[in-house]
Every structure is written in structure tokens, then in C-alpha cells.
């Protein structure tokens, strides 16, 4: 029998609770998008950064337009999503009481993997901003 961590048990369930937020804020997002300024390492190098898209993805994801929201930032879009239902399966695993094991090492593989995809989203978003 598996000895249960009460500390995997909690994360499990927080992140439930913020996925859960998250879902329930949904129809609030076009509103707080409208205050948000604009991109500070872009207004001062005239070059987007790495998240710039992130707003117009997450107004996109409010009207589960997942086209508009992948153009917008690849990465935040997929990122947004895997929260969200890696966030509705650890919660209903931790309720059930069985939370879902904690990584010990992350693989170098996953890391470059992380490291590769975040450089080809800011490629996108480059790419992007001088399309148009």
C-alpha cells in the first residue's frame, strides 16, 4: 500500500481550487484585460517579449476561440490549458485521496524541451509582430 503525502494531497487541491476560479473568472476576463497596459519591454525596445499575446490569448480563450488564442501565443494558450485540466485532474485525484505523485527530478529532456519550445513561441511571436 502507498503511503499518502498530505503535502501532494494539498497542492492537488489548491491547484483544483485555482483551476476552478480560473473557470468560474472566465466571463470576467474582458474586463480585467481592458486595464492592462501595455508590454513594457515592448514599448521600450520596440520588440515583443516572450508572453507578448498573452492578453489577446486569454481574451480569445474567454470566447473558446482556441484559433485566435493559438495565433495570439502559442505557448500561453497550450500553457493556459494544461493548467486548467492538469489543475481539474490532480484536484478530483486529491479528493478522492489519491494525489497524484510528486516528480522528483524533472528529465534534462523535458527541461531542453521547455527551454526549445519557449524560444520557437518567442520565434512565433517575432515572427507575428513583423507580419502584421
Known sequence: MREENPSARAIGLYWGTVAIALL?????????????????FRSLTGIPCPSCGATRAALAL???DLLAAWISN??????????????????GAALAGKPLPEPKRFPRALLTTAWAAAMLNWLWVLIRFRMG
Open 62 to 64: 474567454s470566447r473558446l
Open 24 to 40: 468560474l473568472a472566465t466571463p470576467l476576463i474582458p474586463r480585467l484585460c481592458a486595464g492592462m497596459p501595455s508590454c513594457p
Open 74 to 91: 502559442p505557448l500561453v494558450t497550450i500553457g493556459y490549458l494544461f493548467f486548467l485540466a492538469g489543475g481539474l485532474v490532480a484536484g
